[in-house]
């Protein structure tokens, strides 16, 4: 399997912000009209679809974070560079809060969400409050 090629930099961390958001409100629109019975998602299709916008919101957060303290040039390519750039923060507190918030939103979106087809509404909720904690702290860092 082929190694995807490098992302082109990007200059403005706010601008990253920005389409964070949009990825958050976008992601949750995918599960406004979604039937809910006993704490269950009734259909998986816009769940898997909320998911995985979402976590991508998430990465698009930690990228604005590492681009505005100045980590990165380019956005990491895979999750453990993702988790081998954080680890380079020299906030520890920082550095907590992001992996931490990292961690729920790739084992809740992405990896029960997206891949598995997780329905759960709290599992799901969960992740996309870590991304909107993730959201807010690299706001008020940047």
């Known amino acids: 399997m082929a190694r995807r090629t490098a992302v082109a930099k990007i200059e403005d961390p706010q601008d990253i912000l920005a389409q964070a958001k949009r990825f958050v409100k976008n992601g949750k629109g995918f599960l406004t009209n ?26 698009k957060a930690i990228d604005a974070y590492l681009f505005a303290k ?34 729920t939103a790739y084992q809740n979106l992405h990896l029960f969400g997206y ?5 759960n509404v709290p599992t799901i909720k969960s992740g996309f409050k870590a991304v909107n904690t993730l959201i807010e702290m690299v706001e008020s860092k940047i």
């Not at 299709?45 to 979402?54: F, L, N, Q, T």
């Not at 993702?82 to 907590?96: A, G, L, V």
Request: proline share 3%.
């Open 115 to 119: 891949y598995r087809g997780a329905v």
């Open 34 to 59: 979604i039937e809910i019975e006993y704490d269950v998602y009734q259909d998986d299709k816009p769940v898997r679809e909320a998911s995985g916008i979402g976590y991508l919101a998430a990465l």
């Open 70 to 103: 100045g980590y990165i040039e380019q956005s990491p390519e895979s999750i453990i560079d993702y988790q081998n750039k954080i680890k380079s923060i020299r906030d520890s507190q920082m550095k907590k809060a992001l992996m931490n918030n990292l961690v």
